[in-house]
Every structure is written in C-alpha cells, then in structure tokens.
C-alpha cells in the first residue's frame, strides 16, 4: 500500500504560479504511475498530468499543456505539480494518485488504486 499526502493549495490571482506537492509513504518502491487529477464541484474528476516512473515519461492534459509541469523529487520520494499562468478554470480540489502495475490510459482515474485527500486551489 501506499499512502499519499498532498500539499501546498491554496488561492492565488489568475496568471499567478502554485507548487503541489504529494508526499508518498509505505510501499513507495511499488508505484509504476504517479499523477495529478483534479475535481471542480459538479464536474467528473480529470486528469491533469503523470510520470511514468519507470521511464520517466510525462502526460499532460490539453488544458494544461505548456502551463503546468509534473516532477518527482527522488532523493525525497515526493511528486510535484509546478502550476503557472493559472486560470480560473484551474479551480479544483487537486488529487494525487499511484499505481503501482502500469496503465494504458494514465490520465484516467480508474486506473489508479491509491489516492489523496487532495488540496484546494481556488484561482479567482
């Protein structure tokens, strides 16, 4: 099992820049994918990025391609999500999530099984 702790949301003005963060715990040797999902209220939870972290490779979604990256702090086992020029569309509660056995569809959230309880950005 893994335990994920997000971090790091908050309110900030559109165009401004967040920094989540996703400290993993207990079987942190296990994750194949790690990603970031976000839900509006009323709206399905999204995928917003993911790592691979076998090969490193990234996904993002359109909506954030070009504004948001998605890293991983090995030395500390923590996923980042470095968000800039937010929007007001942006505003969600932020989730992050792993998998340990690899996935065809990383920016599907069925596809995940160990989640956060998220972090709130608000971009207004």
């Known amino acids: 099992h893994v335990q994920l702790v997000e971090s790091g949301g908050g309110s900030v003005q559109p165009g401004g820049s967040l920094t989540l963060s996703c400290e993993a715990s207990?079987?942190?040797?296990?994750?194949?994918?790690m990603g970031w999902f976000r839900q509006a209220p009323g709206k399905e939870r999204e995928g917003v990025s993911c790592i691979d972290l076998r090969y490193g490779y990234t996904s993002y979604a359109d909506s954030v391609k070009g504004r948001f990256t998605i890293s991983k702090d090995e030395d500390k086992g923590t996923l980042h999500l470095q968000m800039n020029s937010l929007k007001p569309e942006d505003t969600a509660m932020y989730y992050c999530a792993a998998e340990p056995s690899p996935v065809l569809k990383p920016l599907e959230a069925y596809e995940y099984r160990f989640w956060g309880k998220g972090t709130q950005v608000t971009v207004s």
């Open positions: 207990g079987d942190t040797n296990l994750p194949a994918c």
